[in-house]
C-alpha cells in the first residue's frame, strides 16, 4: 500500500459546484496533515493544513479521521482560479519529512 | 524577500554531462529539502538537510549529491546525468516551527 493514495482525477466541475477530494494514508504514526496546491507548472503551496478538530478557511473544509487514517478536502461554490492539482501531504512523528501524494486534478468550467 | 530561488530555471544535458542545481532562500530556514517531480509519480525527496553542513538521503538519492556549505544555500549535483533525469526538480525550505514547506520555482531538466 502507498504511504499517500490520491484520487487522480481529473475532477471536472462546473462554477459553483461543491467538489470533495479524498485522501489515505497507510502510517498510523503520522502527526501532521496538510493540503497543498500546485498549478499548472508552478511550485507547490500551502493550502491549508488539517487538524484533528476538522477547520475551515473560506469556501475551503479539511477534515481528518485518525481512525479510517483519511484525510478530506471540500471546496465550496468552486472559482475558475479554483483549477489546480491538490496535493495530499503528511508528515510523521518525529519526521524532517513530508510524504506527498500523487496529487489530484481539478478543472473548474465556466 | 525573494523566499525560495533556483538556478538555472531551465538546462538541456547530454547523458554523461554534470551539472550543480543551486537553491537560495533569504528566510533563515534551517531546514532544506530537494524533490523531483516526474508525471504520474509526484514529488519524490531526494537529498535533504536539517542544518548548516548536514545533509540526509531521501527516498530517491541514487546519481544525487548535495552541500550545505552555508546556512541559505543547498546545492544538488548530478556527476554523471542520465536520461531517467530527465524531471522537474524543487528545492523547498522550513524553519524549526512552523511546519509549512516554501518551494522554489523549480528547475527543468532534459538530459538527451
Not at chain 1, 493550502?47 to 478538530?53: P, W
Not at chain 2, 551539472?19 to 525527496?45: F, I, K, S, V
Request: aromatic content about 12%.
Amino acid at each position: 500500500r502507498k504511504e499517500v493514495e490520491q484520487d487522480p482525477g481529473p475532477f471536472n466541475v462546473p462554477e459553483g459546484a461543491t467538489v470533495a477530494f479524498n485522501c489515505t494514508y497507510s502510517n498510523s504514526a503520522s502527526q501532521s496533515f496538510f493540503w497543498y496546491r500546485q498549478d499548472c507548472r508552478k511550485e507547490p503551496k500551502l493550502l491549508m493544513s488539517v487538524y484533528s478538530s476538522g477547520n475551515e478557511d473560506g469556501r475551503f473544509t479539511a477534515q481528518l479521521n485518525r481512525a479510517s487514517q483519511y484525510i478530506s478536502l471540500l471546496i465550496r461554490d468552486s472559482k475558475l482560479s479554483d483549477s489546480a492539482t491538490y496535493l495530499c501531504v503528511v508528515k510523521g512523528a518525529g519526521s524532517y519529512q513530508l510524504t506527498f501524494g500523487k496529487g489530484t486534478k481539478l478543472s473548474v468550467i465556466p | 524577500n525573494a523566499g525560495v530561488t533556483q538556478t538555472p530555471k531551465f538546462r538541456v544535458l547530454k547523458t554523461g554531462q554534470s551539472m550543480t542545481l543551486l537553491c537560495a532562500q533569504d528566510m533563515n530556514h534551517e531546514y532544506m529539502y530537494w524533490y523531483r517531480q516526474d508525471p504520474g509519480m509526484g514529488l519524490r525527496l531526494i537529498h535533504y538537510s536539517v542544518g548548516e553542513g548536514t545533509t540526509a538521503k531521501g527516498e530517491v538519492p541514487d546519481g544525487y549529491n548535495v552541500s550545505r556549505l552555508k546556512k541559505q544555500n543547498f546545492l544538488l549535483g548530478l556527476e554523471s546525468a542520465a536520461p531517467s533525469q530527465t524531471s522537474v526538480y524543487f528545492c523547498a525550505s522550513k524553519d524549526r516551527v512552523s511546519e509549512t514547506q516554501y518551494f522554489g520555482p523549480g528547475t527543468r531538466l532534459l538530459v538527451l
